[in-house]
């Protein structure tokens, strides 16, 4: 049975291949989504952050929920079958390399988002907090780069992360102290990237990644 996050963005990115929604369209009310996809209004709201994390949505308090220019760009979602050890290869081949195109040419705008990412990620105390402000940095990062193939690819990648496997993995591998480590693993990307050092950046996204691999998949 499918999920509502996965519903919901089914639902929006239906709407924007199919021509009835694109960029600035507004969502229907979550009232409107809780009876449309019969779901308590909590799981409405979760699939809204969700998908929000993701940038297919952006939601202004008091006006609604927005859709983004990356419905456009959703290619097909990542096999159901993905693996962890699968995901967390390519993201070592891939995101080091976007760190390091993102040191070279990120605004000062991509560097205060990034940075307002980090310390709501360091502030988090639980899992889903963290996980939130997590997906959020790597994705303000990717966002830097300026390149839309890379983007592209990201989101794709992003789709594997949504998969079921991998939250559970996440949630049964994490704890206060990894995640004390990995915001400062973190910080030190972020520090690169202000230093428009993109050696540094793309060495301190592997190592970080290196580490989130080996304590997913039981090698620590």
């Not at 966002?143 to 890379?150: E, P, T, V």
């Not at 996440?170 to 993109?198: F, G, M, N, Q, W």
Request: aromatic share 4%.
């Amino acid at each position: 049975m499918m999920g509502v996050e996965q519903s919901l963005r089914l639902l929006v990115t239906d709407g924007a291949q199919e021509g009835r929604w694109g960029p600035g369209s507004k969502l229907p009310t979550e009232r409107a989504l809780v009876e449309h996809l019969s779901a308590p209004r909590s799981a409405v709201r979760r699939a809204l952050e969700v998908l929000e994390r993701d940038g297919l949505v952006i939601r202004h308090v008091g006006r609604g929920t927005f859709l983004t220019d990356m419905v456009l760009s959703q290619g097909e979602p990542a096999p159901g079958d993905t693996s962890p050890a699968e995901i967390m290869q390519v993201r070592l081949l891939l995101e080091p390399q976007v760190a390091t195109l993102a040191a070279r040419v990120a605004t000062q705008a991509d560097l205060d988002r990034i940075g307002e990412c980090l310390d709501a990620g360091g502030k988090s105390d639980d899992f889903e907090g963290f996980e939130a402000w997590d997906a959020k940095l790597h994705r303000a990062i990717a966002q830097a780069a300026h390149n839309g193939l890379l983007m592209n690819m990201f989101d794709v990648l992003n789709t594997a992360r949504a998969l079921p496997v991998w939250g559970t993995l996440k949630r049964r591998t994490s704890s206060p102290e990894r995640r004390s480590c990995y915001h400062r693993e973190h910080a030190a990307i972020v520090a690169a990237l202000c230093d428009r050092d993109p050696d540094g950046a793309g060495d301190a996204m592997r190592a970080h990644l290196q580490n989130v691999s080996d304590n997913l998949l039981g090698r620590n």
